[in-house]
Protein backbone atom coordinates (compact mmCIF):
# COMPACT_ATOMS: atom_id res chain seq x y z
CA UNK A 1 0.00 0.00 0.00
CA UNK A 2 1.41 3.27 -0.88
CA UNK A 3 0.88 6.91 0.09
CA UNK A 4 -1.55 9.06 -2.20
CA UNK A 5 -0.48 13.15 -1.93
CA UNK A 6 -3.72 15.22 -3.06
CA UNK A 7 -4.77 18.54 -2.73
CA UNK A 8 -6.61 19.86 0.18
CA UNK A 9 -9.73 20.88 -1.60
CA UNK A 10 -10.13 17.44 -2.61
CA UNK A 11 -9.59 15.57 0.53
CA UNK A 12 -12.27 17.79 2.25
CA UNK A 13 -14.44 17.01 -0.96
CA UNK A 14 -13.97 13.28 -0.36
CA UNK A 15 -14.43 13.06 3.47
CA UNK A 16 -18.06 14.88 2.79
CA UNK A 17 -18.97 12.91 -0.05
CA UNK A 18 -17.82 9.79 2.09
CA UNK A 19 -20.16 10.58 4.97
CA UNK A 20 -23.21 11.13 2.55
CA UNK A 21 -22.04 7.68 1.04
CA UNK A 22 -21.13 6.04 4.37
CA UNK A 23 -17.89 5.00 3.29
CA UNK A 24 -14.50 5.69 4.64
CA UNK A 25 -12.25 8.52 2.97
CA UNK A 26 -9.93 6.11 1.81
CA UNK A 27 -12.85 4.32 0.07
CA UNK A 28 -14.67 6.94 -0.88
CA UNK A 29 -11.07 8.21 -2.82
CA UNK A 30 -10.79 4.30 -3.91
CA UNK A 31 -14.00 4.29 -5.61
CA UNK A 32 -13.27 7.85 -7.49
CA UNK A 33 -10.44 6.17 -8.85
CA UNK A 34 -11.85 3.25 -9.86
CA UNK A 35 -15.36 4.82 -11.49
CA UNK A 36 -12.18 7.39 -13.11
CA UNK A 37 -10.46 4.12 -14.47
CA UNK A 38 -13.46 2.65 -16.16
CA UNK A 39 -14.75 5.81 -17.81
CA UNK A 40 -11.39 6.37 -19.21
CA UNK A 41 -11.66 2.46 -20.30
CA UNK A 42 -14.83 2.96 -21.54
CA UNK A 43 -15.32 7.03 -22.77
CA UNK A 44 -18.60 6.31 -24.38
CA UNK A 45 -20.42 4.83 -21.30
CA UNK A 46 -22.96 6.59 -19.11
CA UNK A 47 -22.11 6.97 -15.21
CA UNK A 48 -24.74 4.05 -14.62
CA UNK A 49 -23.13 1.80 -16.49
CA UNK A 50 -19.76 2.32 -15.16
CA UNK A 51 -21.06 1.76 -11.73
CA UNK A 52 -22.83 -1.40 -12.75
CA UNK A 53 -19.41 -2.26 -14.52
CA UNK A 54 -17.34 -1.49 -11.36
CA UNK A 55 -19.76 -3.35 -8.93
CA UNK A 56 -19.81 -6.08 -11.12
CA UNK A 57 -16.09 -6.57 -10.97
CA UNK A 58 -15.84 -5.91 -7.12
CA UNK A 59 -18.73 -8.96 -6.63
CA UNK A 60 -16.48 -10.63 -9.18
CA UNK A 61 -13.16 -10.09 -6.44
CA UNK A 62 -15.29 -10.93 -3.75
Same mark, same amino acid.
Given at each position: M? @??KI???LHEEARRASVVMC?? @?NAQ???WMKIGMFA???PTSSFIEI???QRAETRAAA
Open positions: G @IVDDVRS @IAEFEAHVAM
